[in-house]
């Protein structure tokens, strides 16, 4: 199977399935040890980092927003830095809808098609559309996805590699 840029609408949804199977193990964790579930939002590596709900935040966003932008669709808002366990859900449910929609068609053509986008207020890159889906997107998709891993196995949870590609490989 020759790889497009319509062949990231399949990945992502993988991500998000794991996502969502890693939230499903920090809740049933919390719940065992007779924690809140939705303080597993507030954990983190260390202070200087974002916490879990930023990381599953950004999985969820940049499947959605970077697939819109590639396609040539209305890119969606990012979720609220304040989402709960239940905007998570519905997050990732809207985003594996999003996906669903898209068609290849809609890729057609637009892997060299220039895209602007401003990450900060100093950086302002113009790169080939395929470029900023197929390596900004996807590093810092499964960066994020990592965090999420990581911060609920330094807290306990346990969860090993498998469960970080349970959305399929």
Known sequence: ???TMFSFVDLYDRTLNSLS???????AFATEQGIDPESI??????DDMHPFRFQAEVVISFARQWTARA???????????????ADLRAGIAAARADLAALT???FAGRDDEPMTIQITDAMEPTLPTGQWLSVFA????????SMAYA???MRGVPIGKI?????RL
């Open 21 to 27: 199977h890693l939230i499903d193990k920090g809740v």
């Open 41 to 46: 939002l507030d954990w983190r590596l260390i």
């Open 138 to 145: 996807t590093t810092n998709i499964y960066f994020h996805l």
């Open 71 to 85: 396609a040539g669709s209305p890119v969606p808002d990012r979720l609220s830095d304040t989402v709960t366990l």
């Open 104 to 106: 290849p068609e809609q």
């Open 163 to 167: 469960d970080l590609f349970a959305g």
């Open 1 to 3: 199977m020759p790889i």
């Open 151 to 153: 911060i609920l196995r």
